[in-house]
C-alpha cells in the first residue's frame, strides 16, 4: 500500500477486501487501519469530509445513550469505520451482532461484558445474560475483535470515544435482551427499517456541530471545530426533529 499524507485519504481507497474469515488476522489489521484513522489530523479530515457528503451525513444517527458517525463507507470491500461517541454513561443491553467487528477506544473508557452465545436455531431461548464469562475494563488504547454470534455489553465512562470497523452483515437483524424482564427482541439493519425509524434516529447538524466541539475539546482532532463553521452551504441541511 502505497504512503499517504494523513490529509490524503487515499490510503483508505487502496485497503483489500478485509480477511474477516479469520478473526486473529483481521484483528491486527484492523487494528492498524484504526489507529491510523484515530490520528488527529485523519480524523479531522474524515469528520470534515462527512460534513460535505450528504450521503455519509444522512448516516449519523443519535441514540439517548449513543451518537454513531459513519466516517467511510466502503461495504463492497466488506467494511465500514464509524465513530461512536457516548456522551454520559452509558450501560448497553446484552445483544449480538449482524456482523464481525474490532473495536479502538480512543478516549474514556468501557467496562466489557461477554456473554455465553444463544443457541443458534433457537431465539425463544434467549440470551444468556445473568453471567457474563468474561468481564473486562478497557481504556483508551485497548481494542478488541468479536464474531458476529458473540453475545456483548458494555458499561462506559462520560465522554467515552471509539473507532469501530464492522464487516460485511452475516445476518439481516441483531437479537437484545433486557436483564430485568428477560425478555428478548432482534432489530433489523438499517436496509429494512422504515422511513420513519430512520428519521426518528437522524443525527441533526447542531448535533453534529456539538460532537465536533467536544471531540476537539478531547484533544482528538488536528484543530478546533467551532460550531458555526460551514463551507459555502455544503453542510447538509437535515429537518430538525
Request: hydrophobic share 40%; aromatic share 6%.
Amino acid at each position: 500500500m502505497t504512503e499517504h499524507a494523513d490529509t490524503d485519504l487515499a490510503w483508505l481507497d487502496e485497503i483489500p477486501a478485509l480477511p474477516w474469515d479469520d478473526l486473529e488476522v483481521a484483528h491486527d489489521v484492523n487494528l492498524a487501519i484504526l489507529r491510523r484513522a484515530a490520528r488527529p489530523r485523519v480524523l479531522s479530515t474524515l469528520l470534515d469530509r462527512v460534513r460535505c457528503d450528504p450521503d455519509l451525513f444522512a448516516m449519523a444517527e443519535h441514540f439517548d445513550n449513543i451518537d454513531q458517525i459513519v466516517l467511510y463507507d466502503a461495504l463492497d470491500r466488506g467494511f465500514r469505520i464509524r465513530l461512536h461517541l457516548y456522551p454520559d454513561q452509558a450501560f448497553d443491553r446484552p445483544h449480538d451482532h449482524r456482523w464481525p467487528l474490532t473495536n479502538l477506544i480512543v478516549h474514556g473508557r468501557i467496562g466489557h461484558e461477554l456473554h455465553r452465545p444463544r443457541p443458534p436455531a433457537d431465539v425463544s431461548s434467549g440470551l444468556e445474560v445473568s453471567t457474563p464469562t468474561t468481564i473486562w475494563e478497557a481504556e483508551a488504547e485497548a481494542a478488541y475483535t468479536l464474531d458476529h454470534r458473540s453475545i456483548d455489553s458494555v458499561v462506559t465512562g462520560a465522554d467515552t470515544v471509539a473507532l469501530l470497523m464492522r464487516g460485511p452483515s452475516r445476518t439481516d437483524s441483531f437479537t437484545m435482551a433486557d436483564r430485568t424482564t428477560g425478555r428478548v427482541w432482534t432489530r433489523r439493519g438499517r436496509a429494512l427499517e422504515t422511513p420513519e425509524e430512520i428519521e426518528a434516529k437522524r443525527m441533526t447538524t447542531d448535533r453534529f456541530d456539538s460532537l465536533l466541539a467536544r471531540l476537539a475539546e478531547f484533544g482528538l482532532l488536528d484543530e478546533p471545530q467551532p460550531a458555526d463553521r460551514r463551507r459555502d452551504g455544503a453542510l447538509p441541511v437535515v429537518r430538525q426533529p
